[in-house]
């Protein structure tokens, strides 16, 4: 139990193209997804959390209007990195709160992006 | 702001040796702490602890709270090469996590 999926597990883009990211609970409701960054050798980075039906809360020095965060529904939240740099190429990992515990998080497998 | 720090940042050993992780904290509104073994993807979960000392098991692996402290280990008896990872530690404050930079542990055949 407790899967959570992303897709596309990586992709290449242009620069100044946009990309999105999807992240799924298969197996259970995720009233609250959280998006990280994690940058080669280095550790995870939480750039926003989500929340199901309002607004994503960001991490402080993360653009709001450049990573845009989507949780339509208990299921899905959708992390769409706009206008895309090359500096913006990184390993995007998503996260679900668990379904019996709040504070155990489940990670989706990640995406890696390339910007070119 | 929150800080967790682990150390050593790697370290090598050879097959059968036992393992031991650092993990400090200092954080607000401490909820719980969490290990976690990245591999060449997305963290899997190991463990969550929220009380001190108590023991959690998990095979060969073992991990332990000191909340008075602000500390955590983390054992890996017998280690196998498939133990190589970047073992990563979290604490869990206000329902978001906050990582430490994680522990290289290369095991040799």
């Known amino acids: 139990g407790a899967v959570v999926s992303q897709h596309p597990s990586w992709v290449i883009c242009k620069s100044g193209t946009s990309v999105k990211i999807e992240c799924r609970s298969l197996?259970?409701?995720?009233?609250?997804m959280f998006w990280y960054r994690q940058f080669p050798k280095q550790s995870l980075m939480l750039m926003a959390t989500?929340?199901?039906?309002?607004?994503?809360?960001?991490e402080q020095g993360v653009e709001k209007d450049k990573f845009l965060i989507n949780h339509a529904s208990l299921t899905l939240s959708t992390l769409t990195v706009t206008s895309a740099h090359p500096e913006d190429s990184s390993f995007y990992i998503c996260?679900?709160?668990?379904?019996?515990?709040?504070?155990?998080?489940?990670f989706g497998p990640g995406t890696r992006l390339t910007v070119t | 702001e929150d800080k967790v720090v682990q150390s050593p940042l790697s370290l090598v050993v050879h097959e059968g040796d036992t393992v031991t992780l650092n993990c400090s904290y200092e954080?607000?509104?401490?909820?719980?702490l969490l290990w976690y073994k990245q591999e060449k993807k997305a963290p899997t979960f190991l463990f969550m602890l929220t009380s001190s000392g108590i023991e959690k098991k998990s095979g060969r692996l073992s991990s332990i709270l000191d909340k008075k402290e602000l500390f955590s280990i983390l054992n890996i008896t017998a280690t196998q090469t498939g133990d190589s990872a970047v073992y990563l530690c979290a604490v869990s404050s206000d329902y978001k996590l906050s990582f430490g930079a994680g522990t290289t542990v290369t095991v040799r055949a």
């Open positions: 996260s679900a709160e668990g379904p019996t515990n709040p504070y155990e998080q489940y």
């Open positions: 989500s929340n199901e039906g309002s607004k994503a809360t960001y």
């Open positions: 954080v607000t509104n401490f909820r719980s």
């Open positions: 197996d259970f409701q995720a009233t609250t």
